[in-house]
């Protein structure tokens, strides 16, 4: 009787050890955010973050081991509203048409994680750092959007650089 009550407080410590080491947890605006920031020639760097974005993360200890979310591009904001317009119609995410950002991950290692980002109906694999902020996961990296066709056809008009720092903090759910 005594060996069967060990082997199941044993069962028992495991599994809840399993839990806080390997948990799934949602990405939701109320714990996260998703940020981007982008060189203008005449403003310098030029902030904006995405308002509406769900998703969920497997965490294990300090690393994010999958990740899985999709943010709606209509809810792009810079804080300048004739900016947010022009980012929204077909010169850049053309959200009517292409209405989700998607990444799904297909791989992670000590420190990075590396998926599948669709940006304009465009499929890139991309690869983020993590790192962690007291409580909060953060997941950064850096993309060109020329290679998602957004602001392609602009030619010399563009005022923004090609590359755009993207950036995901998120705090799991404990």
Known sequence: MKLAKVFISAALILSAATAAFAADTP????????????KHRLLGVVPGYFGEFEGVASVSG?????????????????ENTKRDDHLRNEDYFDAPKYPEITFN??????????GDLTIHGVTKSV???????????????????????????????????????????????V
Do not use: C
């Open 105 to 114: 991950s297909t791989a992670s290692a000590a420190g990075t994680i590396t």
């Open 62 to 78: 300090e690393n994010v081991t999958t990740l899985k979310g999709k943010i709606k591009t209509a809810s792009v904001n810079t």
């Open 127 to 173: 690869t983020l750092k993590i790192s962690r902020d007291r409580d909060a996961f953060v997941l950064e990296g850096q993309i060109d959007r020329t290679h998602f066709g957004v602001g392609k056809g602009l030619g010399t008009s563009v005022q923004i650089a090609d590359e755009v720092n993207i950036k995901l903090w998120f705090r799991p759910q």
């Open 27 to 38: 990405i939701t605006p109320s714990r996260a955010k998703v940020e981007f920031f982008v």
